[in-house]
């Protein structure tokens, strides 16, 4: 059962229309974030960094512009994951940002990200080593070019993931559900990142620095920001 967070919504319509609002801004923060970041792959030549570092504010800038929206239109809010596990400790349960229980019998050694954001906030958590494979639209930092390619949310490489002998692999929203299922169905752990507030980008960090037993360097990146 979908829950949909909205102070005093007492009418049924309305908690649906609140419920597709939120479900609208992540679809569409997925797709504005990985046709961004696919736009930066064509950049070559003099001044490309400084041109991704204005693609990647644009983008930002973009996907909050919607944020504020959704919010503002239907006073929706953090649809994000439940509470902080305890880094480190395995086997670890949590719930992912769209309500799926996530399993992890032990640290997770071979890592894949269908998401740009999370392909980021990897490799700024020091697991370079561990990365075994990122989408098509993944093309920062410069190392995740040179990371195998494993598809996108909406065509994931299956075989590729268990030939690999994947460990998990991080989703953004609810753009990404047909790959969760193909995922589950493969036996690999699939945990989905949901981004509505602010306070979900941090907590989205501190999960994934929990599940890859990085918490000290996520704390770092939370403060930083």
């Known amino acids: 059962m979908i829950r949909t967070e909205f102070l005093g919504c007492e009418e049924a319509i309305r908690q649906a229309t609140v419920t597709k609002a939120v479900d609208l801004f992540q679809k569409l923060s997925s797709i504005i974030e990985g046709i961004f970041y696919a736009q ?19 983008a930002t800038l973009l996907m909050t512009m919607v944020m504020v929206f959704v919010l503002a239109s239907c006073g929706g809010s953090s649809s994000g994951g439940g509470d902080l596990p305890e880094a480190g400790v395995y086997p670890m349960t949590l719930t992912d940002g769209i309500g799926n229980t996530v399993v992890l019998e032990e640290e997770p050694d071979k ?8 392909t980021e ?5 020091g697991l370079d080593d561990k990365i075994a494979g990122v ?9 995740a070019k040179k990371a195998p390619q494993i598809g996108d949310t909406f065509s994931v490489n299956i075989e590729k993931l268990i030939e690999m002998e994947t460990d998990l692999v991080f989703v953004s929203g609810h753009a990404g559900s047909d790959a969760v299922s193909a995922l589950d169905q493969a036996g690999i752990a699939v945990y989905t990142t949901s981004t509505v507030t602010l306070d979900d980008i941090y907590h989205n960090i501190n999960v994934m620095g929990a599940m890859t037993n990085t918490a000290d360097a996520a704390d770092a990146i939370v403060s930083d920001m």
Do not use: V
């Open 40 to 58: 930066m792959k064509e950049y070559d030549g003099a001044g490309k960094a400084e041109r991704e570092e204005k693609m990647k504010k644009l």
């Open 135 to 143: 989408s098509t639209w993944c093309t920062y930092p410069e190392a």
């Open 121 to 125: 906030t990897l490799y700024a958590l």
């Open 111 to 118: 890592i894949a990200s269908l998401s740009p954001s999370c």
